[in-house]
């Protein structure tokens, strides 16, 4: 919510001053995030130095492209209180996705938690245990034994495993804006579309209210295109500066999006009348809202079918567990001779 209710406050305050030195300096007084509140005090001190507020903006390195280019066209068209509240509609309608989305999953990412943490802490407690007994192998059921195999490979070889996720985490985010991550994600994309399927709606989404928000705020389509498509990332990061180099070709649109092949169909239809209509922002906005209801239902459906899945997986789990841990004591009485 910091964006959100940074650009409402600003929305406001340009509103209300004349003077964007005395509305940056009331909204500043009122910001107690502090990476917020240095992109405020950067952007004053360039405001008072001659510069632009977009200009500022860009040389704090404190805000997102979408946010700059919106307030860089708001000055521009003299709506920058207009611009800011569009952005501050936009980072509202964001930031509730992202809470619905994180909350439907929160429950599937509980369960895979505790049943790592069951098996970890059960396998290094109970398997030193059953293996100090040095009971032969014929008197153990055959379960135990796999479990003790299953414990001593885990607790070998766990700190290289959460080694090798954190690697594996660190080069995707060093290397996701390359060339070969892009090349991955489209073939990925194209041959498992069930799978990315949530991204692509999320991906869709952003790009179309990034779009709109953009246009509203008098920024060229082409430019609009590519800063809404960094801005929403995904699939339409991956082609913005596709479909905005075949709009300066002369293409239109609906007919760049469909050449890229990137974009649902129904999308491309949306902005095809829009354009058509002359509401092309309107057109947008509509799509970004049927593609946000899409999007947050596909995570519900995703979240309502793992919640089920994982409970009786761990529910595997734990008797496999129980009974590797019980059928040795079991063995052990009644291999004993009274």
């Not at 992109?39 to 700059?68: H, Q």
Request: glycine letters at 6%; charged letters at 20%.
């Amino acid at each position: 919510m910091l964006f959100a209710d940074t650009a409402y406050r600003l929305s406001y305050a340009f509103s209300a001053f004349h003077s964007p030195i005395e509305a940056l300096c009331t909204v500043l007084r009122d910001t107690k995030n502090r990476r917020m509140r240095r992109t405020l005090d950067i952007c004053i001190k360039g405001v008072s130095a001659g510069y632009s507020l977009s200009d500022s903006l860009e040389m704090s390195r404190g805000a997102p492209d979408i946010f700059t280019q919106s307030v860089r066209a708001g000055e521009e068209s003299g709506k920058l209180s207009e611009s800011f509240y569009n952005l501050a509609s936009y980072y509202e309608r964001l930031d509730s996705l992202k809470k619905r989305i994180s909350a439907g999953m929160r429950y599937p990412f509980f369960v895979v938690i505790l049943a790592a943490a069951v098996i970890w802490t059960v396998g290094r407690v109970a398997s030193p245990a059953l293996t100090s007994l040095n009971i032969e192998s014929a008197v153990l059921p055959e379960n135990v034994g796999l479990f003790i195999n299953i414990s001593q490979t885990i607790s070998a070889f766990l700190r290289y495993f959460i080694l090798s996720l954190v690697l594996i985490l660190l080069l995707f985010t060093l290397l996701r804006s390359t060339r070969a991550a892009e090349l991955f994600f489209t073939y990925s994309e194209r041959y498992f579309p069930s799978v990315f399927k949530i991204s692509k709606l999320w991906s869709t989404w952003r790009f179309a209210e990034a779009a709109a928000i953009l246009l509203s705020s008098g920024v060229s389509l082409p430019d609009a295109v590519r800063c809404g498509g960094k801005s929403a990332g995904g699939v339409a990061g991956r082609n913005a500066e596709l479909v905005a180099s075949a709009i300066e070709a002369g293409y239109s649109f609906g007919d760049a999006l469909r050449e890229s092949g990137a974009f649902p169909d129904s999308f491309c239809s949306f902005v095809s009348v829009g354009e058509d209509t002359g509401a092309l922002i309107g057109a947008l906005r509509d799509a970004g809202e049927l593609y946000r209801s899409e999007a947050l239902c596909a995570a519900e459906r995703a979240a309502a079918t793992l919640a089920p899945a994982l409970t009786v997986l761990v529910g595997l789990i734990t008797a496999f567990t129980v009974a590797s841990v019980y059928l040795p004591i079991l063995a052990i009485y009644g291999a004993v001779e009274f």
